[in-house]
């Protein structure tokens, strides 16, 4: 089984559409990150949570919220979706108990359309 | 401001060696990561460098320089399989270590 999941994998919807996009783990990590791929220009961080009671602004995070409902769980929403929200969008986890490289897991990505 | 650069896109040989190079331009360092990923797929994990140096890892390496901001990725013994984008990323001098930046990725294509 995935260590970090993503759901659902694929999606198209309207502009205006209110998207959630949902994050799972069971690697036990208490940190988790939402990204988003563009071609050209990498991953851009979106929101990042340290731990349940935590939330963090990333690089882009206008027209992007979140919700740490669990350790295990970190969901994205697009409130009103645009079509300039369309992309590749990466969960990943990294642990803060393992000192040192604090490398980050990835989920297999939700490709987002917005028409 | 925070800046990372990588070519966009390598050619190389099957069975042949090739070098990824990364400058990068942050308000802090804490750390420099390569991460491999094959089209329409997760990133990987591949290497981290913190200190000066070259860090060996059966055929892939990477090197940096703190002092020049800069690292590279050495694949040798290229296989077909090792098409995909290698992204570098930074982890920039935040309390709590877990923040990365990302540079545009290099797209490598090896042919037979």
């Known amino acids: 089984d995935a260590d970090v999941t993503q759901t659902p994998r694929n999606r198209i919807t309207k502009t205006g559409k209110r998207i959630m996009l949902e994050c799972s783990q069971t690697k036990g990590h208490d940190r988790m990150y939402w990204y988003r791929q563009d071609p050209g220009l990498g991953l851009r961080l979106i929101y990042y949570?340290?731990?349940?009671?935590?939330?963090n602004k990333g690089e882009i995070s206008d027209g992007y919220s979140v919700s740490r409902q669990a350790q295990a769980k970190f969901s994205l929403s697009l409130e009103s979706a645009i079509p300039n929200q369309t992309a590749l969008y990466f969960c990943a986890t990294s642990d803060s108990a393992l000192a040192g490289i604090y490398e980050q897991f990835f989920g297999p990505g939700t490709r987002l359309t917005v028409l | 401001g925070q800046n990372i650069d990588q070519p966009t896109e390598m050619t190389a040989t099957e069975g042949a060696i090739v070098q990824i190079n990364c400058t990068y331009q942050?308000?802090?360092?804490?750390?420099l990561f390569w991460y491999q990923q094959h089209a329409g797929e997760a990133p990987t994990f591949l290497s981290y460098?913190?200190?000066?140096g070259l860090e060996e890892k059966g055929r892939f390496s990477s090197f940096l320089s703190r002092s020049k901001g800069y690292s590279y990725l050495l694949l040798k013994e290229l296989q077909m399989k090792d098409s995909a984008s290698y992204l570098c990323?930074?982890?920039?001098?935040?309390?709590?270590?877990?923040?990365?930046?990302f540079g545009q990725g290099t797209e490598l294509s090896v042919k037979p």
């Open positions: 990323a930074v982890r920039d001098q935040d309390n709590q270590g877990g923040k990365l930046i």
């Open positions: 949570s340290f731990d349940v009671k935590d939330i």
């Open positions: 460098n913190v200190l000066d």
């Open positions: 942050t308000s802090g360092f804490n750390g």
